[in-house]
Every structure is written in structure tokens, then in C-alpha cells.
């Protein structure tokens, strides 16, 4: 069946360039989170969107990072003027929502490379 | 906000030794507990989930965890541990289902042949 799908799977650019990742999350689930996760890091939380609520942004590390969730279904995380400690893998990952927490589902992530 | 720790970030064992992860985290009130995993260049995938009732949950691959209220724990363990186990092991915790889940830092087991 069709799970959490990203893209791009890899993306390399420039250092000062505008990159966006896309995430296309399950059908009907309306928790969504986005995390980056890098060599010695571990799994670095981002923002979480949550049906209609407002989303609770307090991972993002700088405000050149931001993300929106269209239609409550696809979300963008749009990094601006990259530097170069920004590349990591970007991972996505969709829960359907009930009175507890259900079990995420993540995608196979972003590989962004700042040159 | 809670935090959840998993204070061993590294792990070396031999197969067919025994495993115990450990993982706390800080919020005293109703909690859904999880463990995800992730394979080598595979994606996380859930291990292990607590929500409420028996402590002990069992889990796919053998393993289990056992929920400590009293110690605001959540161990991953696993009898005896096959090289195929290698892989990086994330706690998470979930204050309720409209709240956000948080991981802890994962733990980098390697299982050596």
C-alpha cells in the first residue's frame, strides 16, 4: 500500500541556495512531523502538524526554516540561504490521530547536501 | 515538556548475548510509550508499542519492554541478540494522541558475529 512518500531523495546544492522538501503523507492521517537526522545527532525533531491546530514549531533551528501543510495533506519544509551544517537527511512521518498516540510512519527521507 | 533520555548511545555485543536498552523520560502523568527501529539504510519503523494495561509488551523479532511507572522507564530488551539486530533504536514518547510524540537520541547497537 502507499506509505509516507518524499521528495526529493537526494538533493545537493549550493551553499546560500533556497531548497524545498515535499512530504506526501498517508491518506486520512492528520498528524504529521517533520525531523532531521544527522551523523551524531540522533533524530532531531522539526514541527508537527496536527489537523487544523496551529503547528507547533519549536524544533525549527533558525528561522530560515519554515513549513506549511496545504489542505491539511502535503507539506513543504522550505530551508532558506543553506549553510552548509544544514545537510542531513530529512525525514518525514504521518500518524493517524485518535485519544492516544498512534504509531508513525516515515517516509525514506531527503539526503540534502550543501556544497 | 517531557524529555525522554536513552543514555546508552553506542552498544557493542556479541550474538546471543543478552540486550537491555534503556530509556526514561520526565512526565509523571498518563504516557504511550514506543520503540521504533531502523535496519541500515532502511527506514524507522515501529517496534514496539505501550499504551496501557499489561506492563510487559511484546514485540516483533523478540523483542520486549517492560513499563516502569515508579521509575518512569521503558527498557528494550531482547534475550539473546542476532547480528541482523544491528541497527539504531529510538524510545518515544506521547502525552496523549493531540500531542506530539518526542524521541529520544537512539541507541547505536552493534552485533558482532
Known sequence: GAGVSQSPSNKVTEKGKDVELRC??????????????????GLEFLIYFQGNSAPDKSGLPSDRFSAERTGGSVSTLTIQRT??????????????????????HFGDGTRLSIL | ??????????????EAASLE??????????????????????????????????????????????FIKSKFSFNLRKPSVQWSDT?????????????????????????IP
Open chain 1, 24 to 41: 506526501d503523507p498517508i491518506s486520512g492521517h492528520t498528524a504529521l512531523y517533520w525531523y532531521r537526522q544527522s551523523l551524531g545527532q
Open chain 1, 83 to 104: 549553510q552548509q551544517e544544514d545537510s542531513a537527511v530529512y525525514l518525514c512521518a504521518s500518524s493517524l490521530v485518535s485519544g492516544d498516540n498512534q504509531p508513525q
Open chain 2, 1 to 14: 515538556a517531557q524529555s525522554v533520555s536513552q543514555h546508552n548511545h553506542h552498544v557493542i555485543l556479541s
Open chain 2, 21 to 66: 536498552l534503556g530509556c526514561n523520560y520526565s512526565y509523571g502523568g498518563t504516557v504511550n510509550l514506543f520503540w521504533y527501529v531502523q535496519y541500515p539504510g532502511q527506514h524507522l519503523q515501529l517496534l514496539l508499542k505501550y499504551f496501557s494495561g499489561d506492563p510487559l509488551v511484546k514485540g516483533i523479532k523478540g523483542f520486549e519492554a517492560e
Open chain 2, 87 to 111: 541497527a539504531e533504536y529510538f524510545c518515544a514518547v506521547g502525552l496523549g494522541g493531540y500531542q506530539k510524540v518526542t524521541f529520544g537520541t537512539g541507541t547505536k547497537l552493534q552485533v
